[in-house]
């Protein structure tokens, strides 16, 4: 959907992006860390990790028992979250 910047979230890539929120916000480091197996379509959103482990950097920057709270979540052309968090 390049281009499509006004599109509706596929139904695959906002199952993905509302697990992440939710795994992020109950501080769950295990559930991020096997996201492969146990996110919903983490092979179609992230079919390699390198756009996805920064997330990972940032949760674990925050130190032990962190949780991570939403500060904005969007998508453009479809399937390109636009999610933000803050980690403490």
């Not at 006004?6 to 199952?15: D, L, M, S």
């Not at 991020?32 to 997330?55: S, V, W």
């Amino acid at each position: 959907m390049r281009g499509q910047h006004g599109a509706k979230p596929e139904p695959w890539a906002k199952a993905f992006d509302d697990w992440v929120a939710e795994t992020l916000e109950k501080g769950d480091e295990a559930a991020l860390a096997n996201y492969r197996t146990e996110a919903p379509h983490a092979r179609d959103a992230h079919p390699t990790d390198e756009h996805f482990l920064p997330l990972h950097v940032a949760f674990g920057a925050a130190g032990k028992g962190a949780k991570g709270k939403s500060l904005h979540r969007s998508f453009t052309s479809g399937n390109l979250s636009m999610a933000a968090y803050a980690f403490a």
